[in-house]
């Protein structure tokens, strides 16, 4: 990425930080005059109460891939309610049901069936995933960015064949870092395009959804009807669980993550050498994981190790959060 380039998407990022908590409260209001449920979790602990009563009487639903529904322990949740989850993302199903990342640690960047290099005695995984999302009444997806004064979601297709999830299940339900949260569209579709780029070598994602809101269609007698081509309720859950705390402690730089995946390596080897699992791989996600206490101080930070970061957080930035961070237990 250029130089140029960089700093603007810097400064777009440092800018929606500062502003947090009024686009959240822009997000809210944009989101809602769109159609969509509007949910505040200001922790896991919400959010999974949001999710289970939403889910209620569901046998299965379907999930692309989402670091954020991995922090809040999604899958775990819904073998406590009794409902199956249908993965659809290829590379998460070849990492984990065949062991390719036996440290336990979720995997990151997602790449798509192409990358992940399915096979031809792989190719009928493709079908079943089709056949269960049709299947399913709820699909359940994180998001890349969230154009707030538009209430616009913004969904790449890489994670995990997010546009099928998204779009053909009655119901859509969103779960979503507050940090997500971008003013304008531009900037949100810049967002989704740098983490392509940066992450993984592709200036642009194949697909890029733009959701405003459920779907509906005036054609049949002009008569407003939802749920035509698409679901026909769109839920948001809009999860803090610590992200305006960080900016409280002085590391909001943190936030500017566009979750591209770049420090992925960085983080994993700090993850190994302390011995964390089930924690996010970039160094948002690790603060995030000390501030919530899912990761105790103090932190070994020998294998942090250098990487170039599109926002311009620095390894040295990243280690005087770890070192400076207070777990604040609430969360
Ligand atoms: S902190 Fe890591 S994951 Fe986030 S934008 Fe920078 S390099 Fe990418």
């Known amino acids: 990425m250029k130089k140029a380039k960089k700093k603007e998407l810097a400064e777009l990022r440092e800018e929606d930080i500062k502003r947090l908590p009024e686009l959240i409260e822009l997000a809210t209001k944009t989101l809602q005059a769109k159609g969509c449920r509007v949910y505040d979790a200001a922790d896991t602990a919400q ?92 699909g359940i997806t994180g998001i890349n960015s969230i154009a707030a004064e538009r209430g616009t979601l913004v969904l790449a297709e890489n994670e995990g064949n997010g546009r099928t999830v998204s779009n053909l299940p009655y119901h859509h339900v969103v779960v979503a870092g507050v940090d997500k949260i971008t003013a304008s569209l531009t900037g949100a579709v810049d967002v989704v395009c740098c983490a392509s780029e940066h992450g993984q070598n592709r200036k ?101 190790g250098n990487f170039s970061c599109q926002v311009g957080i620095t390894p040295k930035m990243a280690a005087e959060a770890l070192k400076g961070l207070n777990t604040v237990k609430s969360f």
Request: hydrophobic fraction near 35%; charge should be negative.
């Open 204 to 304: 642009v994602p194949v697909y890029i959804s733009l959701i405003s809101g459920p779907s509906r269609t005036g054609d049949i007698e002009f008569r407003l009807t939802y749920g035509m081509h698409g679901p026909k309720e769109v839920h948001v859950i809009l999860l803090d669980n610590g992200r305006q705390e960080l900016c409280r402690q002085g590391y909001g730089y943190l936030l500017k993550c566009i979750d591209c995946g770049s420090c992925c390596e960085q983080c994993r080897e700090m993850a190994l050498a302390n011995g964390w699992s089930g924690i996010t791989l970039t160094m948002k996600g690790l603060a995030l994981a000390l501030i919530g206490g899912r990761i105790a101080p103090p932190v070994l930070q020998n294998r942090l």
């Open 47 to 138: 959010a999974r109460g949001i999710i289970g009563e939403l889910l209620v009487g569901q046998k299965r639903v379907v999930r692309s891939f989402s670091q954020t529904l991995y922090e809040i322990g999604f899958d775990g949740l819904m073998k406590e309610k009794g409902i199956e989850v249908e993965k659809t993302s290829t590379a998460e199903i070849l990492w984990s049901e065949e062991g390719r990342h036996p440290d336990g640690l979720p995997p990151f960047p997602v790449v798509d069936r192409e990358s992940a290099s399915l096979s031809e005695s792989e190719l009928p995984f493709a079908e079943r995933v089709r056949e269960r999302v049709k299947e399913s009444e709820y």
